[in-house]
T-cell receptor
Framework: GNSVTQMEGPVTLSEEAFLTINCTYTATGYPSLFWYVQYPGEGLQLLLKATKADDKGSNKGFEATYRKETTSFHLEKGSVQVSDSAVYFCALSIGGSQGNLIFGKGTKLSVKP | DAGVIQSPRHEVTEMGQEVTLRCKPISGHNSLFWYRQTMMRGLELLIY????????DSGMPEDRFSAKMPNASFSTLKIQPSEPRDSAVYFCASSLETEQYFGPGTRLTVT
């Protein structure tokens, strides 16, 4: 079946540290891959996406590359800020699924000044 | 566009009462999703609609939960009767083809 596995949190970093949140997937067919972010007290927001192998999604300094050979979509940022503190969700969508997403369990990131 | 609109934003009710949560999707989107989020269970998909038709309701916890989408611009999630274990944040999301757009959520507290 289709599934997403994320590294468990919480992750605590100091400001300006390098961030990696691992995400691997299992899918039938060729999924699109997404990272969503949820700030405290808010709904999930799309952070970035990639629709085919070797695509790199990027937004707000975050990047993730669709790696078909390792079935991974790891989220990275070179220098985190306190304002990046949030929960990050990796997700996949299979073509023809009418927008239905399979989400990972989420990884909580706390950035200390 | 105003985005996905949910109401109410907060609801406090007593056990046994009926609760109705409302959602207005983004205009033009053809899929609508209801989620529940708790600390213990994380984010759970309850049900989703495509072109106003329920496609997958396997996540609906039990018969106390029901959802409707009478037209393309409105959906409800009803809990009757409510129980304390239903306390959670309920999110509605809409989609056109791929990515979903989430509403701000309704925080439900059942006492």
């Amino acid at each position: 079946g289709n599934s997403v596995t994320q590294m468990e949190g919480p992750v605590t970093l100091s400001e300006e540290a390098f961030l990696t949140i691992n995400c691997t997937y299992t899918a039938t067919g060729y999924p699109s891959l997404f990272w969503y972010v949820q700030y405290p007290g808010e709904g999930l927001q799309l952070l970035l996406k990639a629709t085919k192998a070797d695509d790199k999604g990027s937004n707000k300094g975050f990047e993730a590359t669709y790696r078909k050979e390792t079935t991974s979509f790891h989220l990275e940022k070179g220098s985190v800020q306190v304002s990046d503190s949030a929960v990050y969700f990796c997700a996949l969508s299979i073509g023809g699924s009418q927008g239905n997403l399979i989400f990972g369990k989420g990884t909580k990131l706390s950035v200390k000044p | 566009d105003a985005g996905v609109i949910q109401s109410p934003r907060h609801e406090v009710t007593e056990m046994g009462q009926e609760v109705t949560l409302r959602c207005k999707p983004i205009s033009g989107h053809n899929s609508l999703f209801w989620y529940r989020q708790t600390m213990m269970r994380g984010l759970e998909l309850l049900i989703y609609f495509n072109n106003n038709v329920p496609i997958d309701d396997s996540g609906m916890p039990e018969d106390r939960f029901s959802a409707k989408m009478p037209n393309a611009s409105f959906s409800t999630l009803k809990i009757q009767p409510s129980e304390p274990r239903d306390s959670a944040v309920y999110f509605c999301a809409s989609s056109l083809e791929t990515e979903q757009y989430f509403g701000p959520g309704t925080r439900l507290t059942v006492t």
